[in-house]
């Protein structure tokens, strides 16, 4: 049978890190169906506008604040029915969220083989991420084709008794997605110059770029998140920059309690690019997510990690990240440190990525052509 591979994709980090893959796999010779199950709206059509990728299907699934059962279980008939309609000879997914995971299940009703890209990370928990980290393993025990983006992950992967010969370590899309992006931007004065009234506002302060968004933290995670920022915002010489995630138990929270504040520039989820510059500009990163905290290391910022723990360790190991979960003495002891004392910032803002070395979309095309 002739090879017809199905992307899938639903939220804007498996846009981001699968849009090097589908364009290298559109310049093949091989015949491929992008599937946006759309679990985000704008957020998944940002990142695909910019890599001019049109889905050849959407399921337009998101609802505002969508439970996990109920997004489930639309994904799973949805995709089922696509699946049964296309016919693809493989099905390619990505990461940890709820189309990866409701996708590899689907994919294993029809009997179609799955490729999961970004396998094998494991943070040994499974309320942290939640669901993420079910998600993973679910993708894992239904995948033949395992692409880890580290040797760590490839280990992960060997301790849960998957075959060598499944598992390919190719590192992670993202530094390829980072790098493609990068070269937009320098390529056009537009995007250059984009946050130029920003670098105006808030003059020579230092800016600390803040995301947030895991569900582990909703609630007091959130609240100690806020408390944070506004006692570091009480120094005259920082100001925060923070792309507000549209879920609205985060959004609302930012919104109505530093909205108004002189040193903050709240603003709406970025173009990649301007994100990419964002981070480019920043003095230190305050996250909990889990692109942000791979692409960091490219710039050489120093990362403050708002989790407990993480499955992406290979940041720590390298001293470029930390982790200070959502502990309001932790994030301001550790923000302040980072300002104030130049030896431990020069020995975290080190410019090594562990996570990818640019070619990872490039090695795993090789192996869903030639496997
Ligand atoms: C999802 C993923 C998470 C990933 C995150 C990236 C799951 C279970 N979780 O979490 O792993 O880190 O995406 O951001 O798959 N919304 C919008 N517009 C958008 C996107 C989201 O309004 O473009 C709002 C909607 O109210 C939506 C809510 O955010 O219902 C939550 O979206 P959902 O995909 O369920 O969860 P995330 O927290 O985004
Ligand atoms: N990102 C973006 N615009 C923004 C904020 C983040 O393009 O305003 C990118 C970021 O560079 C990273 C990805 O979104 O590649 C991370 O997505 P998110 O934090 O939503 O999810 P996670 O990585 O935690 O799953």
Redesign the pocket.
Known sequence: MKDHILVLLG???EAIKLFPVIQRLKAENVAVTVCATA??????DQVLKLAQIAPDVDLNV?????T?DH?SARLLNEIGEVLGRVKPTRVVVQG????AMIGALASYYHRIPVSHVEAGLRSGDIYAPF??EVNRKIVCSIADQHFAPTPRAASALRSENVPEERIHVTGNTVVDALILAKAMVEADPCMSSRWDGVREQHGNRRLILVTC?R?ENFGGGVLNIVKALETILAREDVAIVLPV????NVRDIFASRLAHHPRVTLISPQEYTDFVSLLSMSYLVLTDS?GVQEEAPTFGKPVLVMRETTERPEGLEAGTALLVGADYNKIVGETFRLLDDEQSYAAMARSHNPFGDGHASERIVKVLLHA
């Not at 679990?39 to 998944?44: I, S």
């Open positions: 939220t804007r980090p679990q985000h709206r704008e957020m998944l998101m609802t505002p604040n969508q996990l997004l940890d969220t709820a189309t669901p993420e968004h569900r995630h549209p879920n609205p889990g």
